[in-house]
């Protein structure tokens, strides 16, 4: 029992922090508000959980013994997370209310995860912290699973809220764009570790 709720924690302490998802998800929530944005927060819960269940089925070791196919993934990811970045920086206000401009959908946010640098440190490090050889491998990865549905889907959601929140106070569209540079400019400055390793790996 207390190991289930170290996994709580585990799961909520980085669930909750800023992060490539939780940044998106409140730009998304500012800029499109919660209901265009919901597709995009549901891509980010089954994405995450089909990689937490493919890692744990063993797509993570193929990975270790390929580690520059790992290198590859993690530059494209930074890249594409560059590329979200300037779209979050540019994205103006009457690109946004025209349509012309359109959140993640949720087939993007799927995808997104295989190449979210937090979201490969949060899968190991709970599969590695919360299975053991003392019991039902399958049956830990399950419950590994569900506590990070159960956890992650209200702390994702709270960030939305937010920005949605942000949304009735931003009403001036240079106070909203001013928001989207800061919003990009944070997200891009979190790509810079996983970039780093990547090109140095090469």
Sequence with gaps: MELFWTLVFFAFATSITPGPNNIMIM?????????????????????FLLMLLAVGAGAGLVLQQ????HTVIKLLGSVYLLYLAWKIATARPQQIETGSSKP????QALAFQWVNAKAWVMITGAIAAFTS??????QQLALIALVFLLVGLPCTGSW??????????LTEPTH???????????????????????LSAL
């Design 160 to 169: 939305l809220l937010f920005g949605a929140a942000l949304k009735r106070l």
């Design 27 to 47: 730009s998304s929530g500012v800029n499109y508000g919660v209901q265009r944005s919901l597709p995009h927060m549901a891509g980010i819960q089954l994405g």
């Design 66 to 69: 390929q580690p520059m196919l």
């Design 176 to 198: 909203r764009q001013w928001f989207n540079r800061v919003m990009g400019t944070l997200l891009a400055l979190s790509v810079l570790p996983p970039l780093w390793q990547a």
């Design 133 to 138: 050889l003392q019991g039902v491998y399958w």
């Design 104 to 107: 993640l959908s949720f087939i």
